[in-house]
Nanobody, 111 residues
């Protein structure tokens, strides 16, 4: 059974940084996409970033230049480094590895 456990969320002031982690347990295909999404109250879940098995990355325009996605396949882990955070980045953040989802971790950006 596959389980993804996220951590690293919290309260941060505007301009600050957070690093989210997502670690998986269980069996995975050898090559898989990793995505991060986020969802704010009353809004649909939105895509944030993707890293491919060949380490190619893409980002939503809203986070480009501020967020960095990475992966460590040996650890079955992915990370989302978030810098220069803004109040509009406040959301629950979810990792997705292959077809499996994490439980979400809350990020609140507020002074």
């Amino acid at each position: 059974q596959v389980q993804l456990v996220e951590s690293g969320g919290g309260l941060v002031q505007p301009g600050g940084s957070l690093r989210l982690s997502c670690v998986a347990s269980g069996s995975f295909p050898s090559r898989y996409l990793i995505n991060w999404y986020r969802q704010s109250p009353g809004k649909q879940r939105e895509w944030v970033a993707t890293v491919t098995p060949t380490l190619s990355t893409t980002y939503a325009d809203s986070v480009k230049g501020r967020f960095t996605i990475s992966r460590d396949d040996a650890k079955k882990a992915t990370y989302l480094q978030m810098d220069r955070l803004r109040p509009e980045d406040t959301a629950a953040y979810y990792c997705k590895m292959h077809e499996f989802w994490g439980q979400g971790t809350q990020v609140t950006v507020s002074s």
